[in-house]
Structure formats: structure tokens, C-alpha cells
T-cell receptor, first 112, second 115 residues
Framework: EDKVVQSPLSLVVHEGDTVTLNCSYEVTNFRSLLWYKQEKKAPTFLFMLTSSGIEKKSGRLSSILDKKELFSILNITATQTGDSAIYLCAADSGGGADGLTFGKGTHLIIQP | GAGVSQSPSNKVTEKGKDVELRCDPISGHTALYWYRQSLGQGLEFLIYFQGNSAPDKSGLPSDRFSAERTGGSVSTLTIQRTQQEDSAVYLC?????????????FGPGTRLTVT
């Protein structure tokens, strides 16, 4: 059964801190790994990673994938209160479902 | 509209009643996905449409759940004889290209509460 595990499940830091969110996966026929930010109900797309070792960057957010060790990290530097959200990691297994297997998310709280 | 829309945004229903949830994808997106997010859980895939056909319904949790898509656009997810464990946020997403995932855009979801 495909599985995506995120850690930590929750994290509270102060504004300005740097955080690293972890995602490990076990999926058959892995194709890509995706990160989403969920603030209210709808997740918004952050990154899609398909190749190992190539960092994707968007402002203060960056992410990298390790296909050998089957994990990805999402880094947020100089955190702001607006970064408070649930960060979801999902694996595209390329299976018949054509959907994604999601982790339970990391609930990140940035305190002013 | 610019994004995926869903209705209603909130639905409270009594156990045993049927409910219909609606999703209006981004215009021109051929692929449409339904997910469910229960409290404390990750997103759970339910069903995927490519055009009007649903190549994979394997995520539907029971035969009380069904979905259809007409005209390659709007989709409805129907839950018959609702149970309390059906309470969740139901999210719809659409993608320009189906088959393998590229980039899915999510709607705001419908929060279903079964009392």
C-alpha cells in the first residue's frame, strides 16, 4: 500500500526562524512528489519534484528530493506569520488511480 | 470563473439522508479529481474523471458513494444514506492534462457534517 509520512505533525516557531519539514514516501512506480500549503480548506500548489538533488526555490521556500532515501524536505527561511498553515506532501505513484497519496500534513504555527 | 468552485461550502445533514456535492472545474481542464479530508487525516483520493469517463473509481469508500461528470465540465459527488463517518471536507481539483499528474488546482471544498 502506498504511504506518505510527514514529520513533525506540528511545529511552533517564532517569526524569523528557519524551519524544515520532512516527507518520506513508499509508493510503487514513483513519478513525482508534490508540496502544498493549506491555509483554510483548499491546498495551494507549491512545488513538484521529479529529480533527485535538484533544489526548487520560490522566494523563502525551497524543496529538494532524495529518490535514493525516499524523502523530501521543504525549507522555509525567515518565517513570517503568513507562513502559518498545514503543509501537505503528496506522492504521485503513477498508479491506476491517477490521484495522489497524501501525508497527514505538518501544522506549522509561526508566532510573532 | 478563474478557479475551481464547489457548492455548497457547508452542508449539515441528518444521518440517512442523501447529499449532492457539486464541483465546477476550471474551464478547459479535462481532468477532475475528488478527494476527502477527514479530521486529522491526509487527503484521501476518491475518484478521477478524464472528460466524462471515470477510469478509476477505486477510491470510493463504499457503494453509497457515486460521482458523475457531464459535458466534460461540472461534476457531482453523491453520497446516499449518509453516515457520521462521512463527515469531512470534500475537495475537488482539476488539471489541464489528465493521465499522469501535472498540476492540480483545488476548489475551496465542501464541509459535510452528518449529525
Amino acid at each position: 500500500e502506498d504511504k506518505v509520512v510527514q514529520s513533525p505533525l506540528s511545529l511552533v516557531v517564532h517569526e524569523g526562524d528557519t524551519v524544515t519539514l520532512n516527507c518520506s514516501y513508499e509508493v510503487t512506480n514513483f513519478r513525482s512528489l508534490l508540496w502544498y500549503k493549506q491555509e483554510k480548506k483548499a491546498p495551494t500548489f507549491l512545488f513538484m519534484l521529479t529529480s533527485s538533488g535538484i533544489e526548487k526555490k520560490s522566494g523563502r521556500l525551497s524543496s529538494i528530493l532524495d529518490k535514493k532515501e525516499l524523502f523530501s524536505i521543504l525549507n522555509i527561511t525567515a518565517t513570517q506569520t503568513g507562513d502559518s498553515a498545514i503543509y501537505l506532501c503528496a506522492a504521485d505513484s503513477g498508479g491506476g488511480a491517477d490521484g495522489l497519496t497524501f501525508g497527514k500534513g505538518t501544522h506549522l504555527i509561526i508566532q510573532p | 470563473g478563474a478557479g475551481v468552485s464547489q457548492s455548497p461550502s457547508n452542508k449539515v445533514t441528518e444521518k440517512g439522508k442523501d447529499v449532492e456535492l457539486r464541483c465546477d472545474p476550471i474551464s478547459g481542464h479535462t481532468a477532475l479529481y475528488w478527494y476527502r479530508q477527514s479530521l486529522g487525516q491526509g487527503l484521501e483520493f476518491l475518484i478521477y474523471f478524464q472528460g466524462n469517463s471515470a477510469p478509476d473509481k477505486s477510491g470510493l469508500p463504499s457503494d453509497r458513494f457515486s460521482a458523475e461528470r457531464t459535458g466534460g465540465s461540472v461534476s457531482t459527488l453523491t453520497i446516499q444514506r449518509t453516515q457520521q463517518e462521512d463527515s469531512a471536507v470534500y475537495l475537488c481539483a482539476s488539471s489541464q492534462r489528465g493521465g499522469r499528474f501535472h498540476e492540480q488546482y483545488f476548489g475551496p471544498g465542501t464541509r459535510l457534517t452528518v449529525t
